[in-house]
């Protein structure tokens, strides 16, 4: 199956600074997702983004699928952004390993 | 906005007992899923569901597991003799179709003592 990896595995940020988390798939996908597990454990959709780019207030996302990743940028990083970021391949089922983000005031 | 809603939030059940998980995706859907995610792990896909029959499983949904949906809304999972290692958060999803954006149920937490 395809492989899904994430990076960084980790990520602590001072409030207001801007990040970068990325997604690497092992083969070529259709379709990609973005979540945010909140701390209470919620998934939150962020982006359904099979190619190019999405902005949503602060954060924005990017596939390029020809060369197999994703990109998702938050700027002016607050604490609500903390929790788990996932991207998912849609239609194939597979979730990434994720990236836990930690924003301090 | 529709949303996935799942019952109960929380369920607490004895090792060997069964227990139905249940889920009412958005109206319109017409795929469904069920995921686990192990404290702390990633999130696992477990079985879709499309007209009325399983259309992807994976090796972690056995001879435990099954599915239903026994009506016009609800879509279950029942597990059917529960196991230590089966204390999961499982969430439940929908979507449109295929490969459209998955929408995700706040999820049930399941402790097996």
């Known amino acids: 199956g395809i492989q899904v990896e994430q990076s960084p595995p980790d990520l602590i940020l001072q409030e207001g600074a801007n990040s970068t988390l990325r997604c690497n798939f092992s083969?070529?996908?259709?379709?990609l997702q973005w979540f945010h597990q909140n701390p209470w454990g919620q998934l939150i959709n962020l982006f359904y983004?099979?190619?190019g780019t999405k902005q949503n207030g602060r954060l924005s996302a990017t596939t390029v699928a020809t060369e197999r990743y994703s990109l998702l940028y938050i700027s002016s990083s607050q604490t609500t952004d903390s929790g788990v970021y996932f991207c998912?391949?849609?239609?194939?089922?597979?979730f990434g390993t994720g990236t836990s983000l930690t924003v301090i005031p | 906005e529709p949303e996935v809603t799942q019952t109960p939030s929380h369920q607490v059940t004895q090792m060997g007992q069964e227990v139905i998980l249940r889920c009412v995706p958005i109206?319109?859907?017409?795929?469904f899923y069920w995921y686990r995610q192990i404290l702390g792990q990633k999130v696992e896909f477990l079985v879709s569901?499309?007209?009325?029959?399983?259309?992807?499983k994976s090796e972690i949904f056995d001879d435990q597991f099954s599915v239903e949906r026994p009506d016009g809304s609800n879509f279950t999972l029942k597990i059917r003799s529960t196991k230590l290692e089966d204390s999961a958060m499982y969430f439940c999803?929908?979507?449109?179709?295929?490969?459209?954006?998955?929408?995700f149920g706040n999820g049930t937490r399941l402790t097996v003592t």
């Open positions: 999803a929908s979507s449109r179709g295929g490969n459209s954006p998955l929408h």
């Open positions: 083969d070529s996908v259709n379709n």
């Open positions: 983004i099979p190619s």
């Open positions: 998912a391949v849609v239609g194939q089922f597979y």
């Open positions: 109206s319109n859907h017409l795929y």
């Open positions: 569901f499309y007209n009325n029959e399983i259309s992807e």
